[in-house]
């Protein structure tokens, strides 16, 4: 059953302001439950994607049942972990070899890292104007700590050629149609051999969760979800660019618009490939037409995060972006993380109290006051403000 | 590797519902419960869209939706993800979705 908050938080932003959550008024944003998940907000049915509500983003690391799903193509197999193979290969490998799920676990150095994973789409429903796509609001995002090897330790026993250019991915998951293109990804192989890059067989302390990409996923800190190939069964080392939808026509932006790494390989002079997280943060503590008791201690509280330069600053202003107060920063828990952080608000006077939030990245960059369009609603890291209440 | 499509997920749901029911839990909700809208073309386009997936992305993306928003949308399932939908469907489908879905002010 749901607790009464977890529905007025669900439901969140009915109330003031210029943008709306995403779905609102559509009439579609409802709770709903897939199996060994708790109520997310369902976005779609089938390929399922169901987005975290606010409330379950209130802990420094997010639930694995309330985590947030996204798939593109509507055949999931549940994987059995005792069959499942991982297939290492390629034009550009010297020496391919498979692996179970226990080879994975043996045979490589095991390592744990902190990270937040958030869909590309993230928050897409709150653009204006509306773009196409999943309407993601606010919960496309979480913060887990996976369990794993070193993707570059699978690549230096497969032997990486010197013409190695990018390491192709695929998943287990599958289209309806035989015409409709496989979800496969790639990555420039140097991403693919930085340390961070790990094949993850665990999220907070458990097996991955079949909706999460059991039994073992890709986890690429500080680059968005897209990358994040859940139920791996292929990796392949290549000297060419990955030629599919999704990699020449899905998650790619205007070339030049928006800061972060450039993918080289699959750019042209139109478009690029999105790559890392954009210095972003999120309220956690209130929404939009929250009510705040005159002379009672309220504090504001939230998360911020980035593509793991880190999280320099977190400021709060409540006149209208005039002026700014240093939040407090909670501990680090890793600079792929995300930072929690807290302002006591002023509540002495009565009237309304509109709180904005901005996050400064330690590589420079803010969250900027405008939005940056792009057709397919990607990075919408804008300064968020909530319109508050004291009465 | 078993591979299971994702509706054995939903029927299992199905399943249990009765028992919810028993328990005073509300009814689980189905893919079965979106329904389109009234108006010609709508059961060729229920048909042909839930294929490959169910039909709230319909109604979800509405406001972002003109006829041209849509033309976009009919060619991108039609020529990216196969879509086995006739000239002559694609027509009736796009007539259909603008009448019904084209939200976008």
Redesign the interface.
Known sequence: ?LKRRELLLGAAGSLAGRRLWA?E????E?L????GKKALI???????NYETPLADLVAPFTRNDAFFVR?HL???????PR??RLEVGGASAQRPFSLSLEDLKRGFESVTLAAVNQCSGNRRGLFV???????WGHGAVGNARWRGVRLRDILHRAGVGADALEVWFRG?D????????EFHKSLPVERALDENTLVAFEMNGEPLPHWNGAPARLIVPGWTGTYWMKHLTGIRVEAQPLDN?WMK?AYRLPTGAFPGVRFVSQENPQTTPITEVLVNSLITSHVSGARLARGRHAELRGKAWDNGAGIERVQISTDARRSWRDATLARDLGRFAWREFSLPLDTAKPGPLTVAVRARSRSGLQQPDTLTFNPAGYHDNIVQSVDLEVV | MRRTPQRLGVAAVVLLAPALALSGAPRVPSEADVQLKDGPGRELTSSRCTICHSLEYIPANAPAMDRGAWQKTVQKMRERFGAPVSDEEAQAILNYLDAAYSGKS
């Open positions: 059953m779905g008024g559509d009439g579609v409802a709903s439950s897939l199996t369902r976005r779609a049915f089938r390929p399922p798939y509507a055949v999931i197999p549940e994987v059995d069959a499942w104007p509306r773009v196409p796509g999943v309407q287990a599958s289209p309806v149609l035989p015409s409709t293109p939808f026509v």
